[in-house]
């Protein structure tokens, strides 16, 4: 092994967010094709500290049994919010490919029931980090296929930290960092809200888009006004008398926050399936 090639695996050792943030600004192919030459235990971490949208495209270029592989290695939380950004039938197909006490606890986190606002968040909101500059942001706006209000800027542990008016990008030098344009968001919703309780919510009178975020305040989408329609539409939801479940709706966020960690210790138990392509 080349000594330039030593130091970009000690780098990718030491510094996964950092490296992180560089595959980041790489075309999904170019990205891709590294992480793919790399040993999981090397992969996973820089993979686990990418925002979700990006770790998506890159594993959307990936053989199904790779990427299955790199899903594995970086745990449920991790997992979830990447596979938020994939297609569903992509999605099952590598869920299919997982242990099955791993599938489990994915597909338990993916699990929204119909009646909360995480079921039916918009996972493809633009969130970037606060060093991102205004033109680097604005490029990454043109080259997505979604609707946008606004972009949302996280920390490298995709805690919401501000949103960012697209008319903002426009104003200032493109070399202006987020971190300098962003402000406080007005409200955030619980993703384990009841979607009912949101018809009335004070954010629609100034917002159509509102953030939803999930335990420990890490950014999960946006509920538009157009998705509030749908889901509060007669045919959508079949009516439902008062229940114990119901009841645990309410309570969902205390719920989901001791399910997540239970699930990672778990996990950690389950006699594992080596993969022939792991490379570990």
Do not use: K
């Not at 946008?148 to 996280?154: R, T």
């Not at 995709?158 to 030098?173: D, P, S, Y």
């Not at 229940?243 to 926050?257: K, M, V």
């Amino acid at each position: 092994m080349s000594e330039p090639q030593s130091l970009s695996l000690a780098f990718l050792e030491a510094h996964p967010a950092d490296a992180a943030r560089v595959l980041e600004r790489l075309v999904p192919n170019i990205a891709a094709d590294l992480l793919d030459t790399l040993p999981q235990r090397l992969a996973a971490p820089v993979l686990r500290q990418m925002l979700p949208l990006f770790s998506a495209r890159i594993l959307g270029r990936l053989a199904d049994d790779s990427a299955a592989g790199l899903l594995r290695a970086i745990g449920p939380q991790a997992g979830v919010a990447l596979l938020r950004q994939l297609p569903t039938a992509r999605a099952d197909a590598l869920l299919g490919l997982l242990p099955a006490g791993h599938a489990v606890a994915f597909r338990l986190l993916l699990g929204y029931p119909e009646n909360t606002v995480g079921a039916w968040a918009d996972p493809h909101a633009l969130a970037l980090t606060p060093q991102v500059s205004a033109g680097e942001a604005v490029e990454r706006l043109r080259d997505t296929e979604h609707e946008h209000d606004a972009l949302y800027v996280v920390d490298d542990d995709q805690r919401l930290l501000g949103v960012v008016a697209l008319v903002e990008l426009l104003r200032v030098a493109p070399e202006v960092p987020l971190r300098r344009l962003m402000a406080t968001p007005r409200v955030t919703v619980p993703a384990q809200s009841l979607i009912g309780a949101m018809r009335d919510h004070s954010g629609w009178t100034r917002d159509r888009a509102l953030p939803v975020v999930e335990r420990g305040e890490r950014f999960a989408g946006v509920l538009r006004q157009s998705a509030l329609a749908l889901a509060l539409a007669p045919s959508t939801i079949h009516p439902q008398r008062q229940t114990p479940g119901d009841g645990l709706s309410l309570l969902a966020g205390g719920y989901w926050a001791g399910v997540a960690g239970l699930i990672e210790v778990v996990v950690s138990w389950l006699p594992g399936r080596q993969h022939p392509d792991s490379r570990l």
